[in-house]
Structure formats: C-alpha cells, structure tokens
C-alpha cells in the first residue's frame, strides 16, 4: 500500500506544532496494518506515534486482546518504530433502549477523544475502509435515514480541538489484506463478528457475498454514493446557516418566520437549529411534529433529548432538564441587609445584595423578610406610578414564558418586594438620599 499512506493521503492544519500521531488500536486486521504503515513512515518523517486501545469489556477475551495490543506495540518500538501504547477500559452499561452496539461506539468515541487529547495529539487516525462505508451508506438507507445518515463517515471531521480522520476511505479492503499479508502481520480475529444479532454482521454475512456477486461495483459505487450525499449535507448545510440568519433572535426559533420558507428549507432549517441546540441530530419524527403541531399551537411542549422544547408567543426554545425544586417550600425568614451572596438551597440558588448609589432597595427594609412560593393572587407594581396588578397579568404582559416563571418570592411582611425575572416591585425602590442595596436572585438550575 505504498500509493496510500496514512500520512500521504492527508494533509492536515495543526492546531499547535505537534509531532504526534494518534491511531485507534483494536488490534484487528484494518487497525493494526494502519498503526504499523503509520508508524513505519513516523519514522521517516520524525513523528511519534500512540496507539489508543479501548476496553469494552463485553468479550471474554477482552483482556487478551488489550495484552495483544500492547505487546504488539512494545515489540514494534523495540525494533525502532517511534511508538507508545494507551489504553482506556469503558465503565457503566447500556441506558434502558440503548443498543450494546450504540454504547459501544459512544464510549469508544469518548475515550479515543480523551487519550488523544490528553497525550497531546490533535490528529486521531481510524481504519475505516471503502468497504466499510459501503456498508454504512446501506445500513442507513435501510433505516431510512435522510442525507445526514447516506453520508456516511466523513474522511476529515473537526471535534473540540481534534481531527477524526480515516485516510483509508477510498482504500478497497482487498489492498488493507494484501498489506497485512505482505508485512505477515499478527492480528486478532474478533469472535463477535459472526453474531447476526448485530445489523452490520448481517449486512456482512448474509446480503454482501450475494450483492457483490451481483453488482461486483457495489463497495466502490456506494462508496461514491457517499460521497455525493457528503456533497448535498454540506449544501444543506451552508443553506440553514443562511436562512437561520433571519430566523432566531433572543427569545428563541421564530415559527412564523420558520413557516415562511418553503416546506424543504423550513424542514432544513429547523434540523439544524434543533442540532445546535441539543449537541446533535434530532429524530426526524420530532423534526416532522413540530413542523405539525407547532403552527397552530398557541404555546406547547415537547420533550426533547435531555431536556424540552417549549412555544411561547411564536417562538420556540429549547431548556436543559432542570434540577428538581419543591413545589412548595416552606416559608422562610430572611434577612438580606449585608453586601454579599445569601444562599437559598432549597429553591437552588441565592441573592446577591450589593451596595449601590441609586436604583436600589434602601436597606432597612431589607432586614426583615420572608420568603414564599407562589400561591396565586399576589400583586405587583411596575412603575411608581402605576397600579398593582395580579403577578399572572404583569408576565403575561411583559411576555414571560411559564417556565421563567419559578423561584422564590421575597416579601416585606404582606407586601411584595421581589420577583425574579421581574426585579424590585416599586413600591421598594428606594429615595436617592437613602442607603440602598441591588438585590439580584441568581439561579442555580443548569
């Protein structure tokens, strides 16, 4: 394979002056001959090479392979090669719905990221082949995925400050064997490979010797099918940041703007939208209900990853699943007349009390106060001179969302003094020659 070297195929920015290479080291066929070619032209090139091995822990023989590994890349470096090896054991087990595989791969992902920043390397190589993203462009099609999903592995891919990168994607899994065979490389065989329970085994075992002996092209066209729906995601893509431009502003996803655009740009704009809010793709069912539901919903929620998507006055919001608060807590006497942050656990937060010129509370009406729930019918005053109004009325007027509603509130004796979200009633506020303090509730609810 010496027309497709790991390090010839790619040329890749630095984020700093690196000389060291991460390689992805299951110890299989396709892992072990890309270490040892990486490794072998390190040496030419004066790198250095670490090999990263994750534990699963779901084999019997886990343990001999991880033993494998790593003598492999000490007998390796004691013949000269410049390379060290790591390795990562996954904790815990799948979520309740999780697939074993689905798991698998997350943990994997996140411990090759650790090792990899963690040594120093912003250069992660992985083995995947031509075959190998034949085989993912069919194993998407037949869930039914979108672009996203026919797009298959990227061969360069970005993440918190590493590069992903696969410089084998157009190699034919027929060079990676002629490789392994020509340097007589050992290598484990992995015994789960002919379990059917799994989707891609299937794929392999049953449907590809009967699709190749059909359509012997199969691996390169749908390798190249790949590639074009890489080309239409990253249209797609440059397409949403445009029309996302005019679409959100602070208090979220404006619908009515949303709906605006034809069916296939909102459709797009509102998956990448949903994807930088939550930190990936959202189902296309949640993409296809709001699409539905949300036009003529006055307000609405939806669950959503960790957390849920709420409609409020045409826009849409996403908020992180909250720690949870009391309903009701117990009143609470309070005295908030020193400078400085007063803690408050059980509504998940604090005051902050600083001393100010002007636009404050004066100070002695800060030193004896109660802290309540909300209980309905309580008044509040915007304005010197205006009315006190039902709290219900003055959120709905300043059109504060039901979820920003919550947090404690503070009263001097029956009156209202604060409201978070909504500041000092103005009764409170206090005369320009008065020592006064701000008063400011700071959550704690991530």
């Not at 799948?94 to 798991?103: D, K, L, M, N, V």
């Not at 009315?387 to 219900?392: E, I, Q």
Request: glycine residues 8%; contains cysteine.
């Amino acid at each position: 394979m010496s027309d497709c070297s790991p390090m010839a195929a790619l040329a890749i920015p630095k984020t700093a002056d690196c000389r060291l290479i991460a390689v992805a080291y299951s110890g299989g066929r396709d892992s072990t001959a890309l270490l040892h070619a990486c490794a072998r032209q390190a040496l030419s090139l004066d790198l250095s090479v670490i090999a990263l091995h994750v534990h699963h822990g779901l084999s019997a023989h886990a343990d001999d392979w991880l033993r494998h590994c790593e003598l492999q890349c000490q007998a390796w470096a004691a013949a000269g090669l410049p390379l060290r090896f790591q390795a990562s054991r996954l904790q815990g087990q799948p979520a309740t719905g999780q697939s074993i595989e689905a798991w698998a791969r997350d943990g994997r992902h996140a411990a090759l990221g650790d090792m990899a920043r963690q040594a120093g390397a912003d250069l992660l190589l992985l083995a995947h082949h031509q075959r190998d993203q034949a085989e993912t462009l069919l194993l998407q099609g037949l869930r039914g995925a979108g672009v996203a999903g026919l797009a298959g592995m990227p061969a360069l891919q970005w993440r918190d400050g590493l590069c992903w990168a696969r410089p084998w994607l157009d190699q034919p899994r027929e060079a990676i064997e002629a490789y392994v065979r020509a340097h007589a490389l050992a290598h484990i065989e992995d015994d789960s490979n002919g379990d059917v329970r799994f989707a891609r085994n299937r794929l392999r075992l049953a449907v590809w010797p009967a699709l190749v002996q059909a359509f012997p092209q199969a691996e390169a066209s749908l390798a190249q099918a790949a590639t074009w729906a890489q080309q239409s995601l990253a249209l797609q893509q440059e397409v949403a940041a445009d029309d996302l431009l005019g679409l959100v502003d602070d208090a979220g996803l404006v619908i009515e703007a949303l709906l605006a655009l034809s069916p296939a740009r909102a459709s797009n704009a509102l998956r990448a939208w949903l994807t930088t809010q939550l930190g990936r793709p959202a189902p296309a069912t949640l993409v296809q209900r709001l699409l539905r539901e949300a036009p003529t919903a006055h307000a609405g929620a939806w669950p959503c990853a960790d957390g849920e998507l709420r409609l409020y006055r045409g826009r849409l919001q996403w908020l992180a699943a909250q720690a949870a608060v009391a309903s009701h807590p117990p009143a609470l006497a309070l005295d908030l007349s020193q400078a400085g942050f007063h803690p408050l656990p059980q509504w998940h937060g604090g005051w902050q009390v600083e001393r100010v010129e002007a636009g404050g509370v004066a100070i002695a009406a800060l030193q004896s106060l109660s802290v309540r729930a909300r209980q309905g019918g309580e008044q509040f005053q915007l304005k010197p001179a205006g009315t006190r109004r039902s709290l219900k009325k003055v959120y709905q007027a300043l059109g504060i969302p039901a979820w920003q509603r919550g947090g404690p509130l503070l009263f001097a004796g029956d009156a209202l003094l604060y409201v978070p979200g909504l500041g000092l009633d103005a009764r409170f506020w206090a005369a320009a020659e008065e020592p006064q303090m701000s008063l400011v509730w700071r959550s704690a609810v991530v």
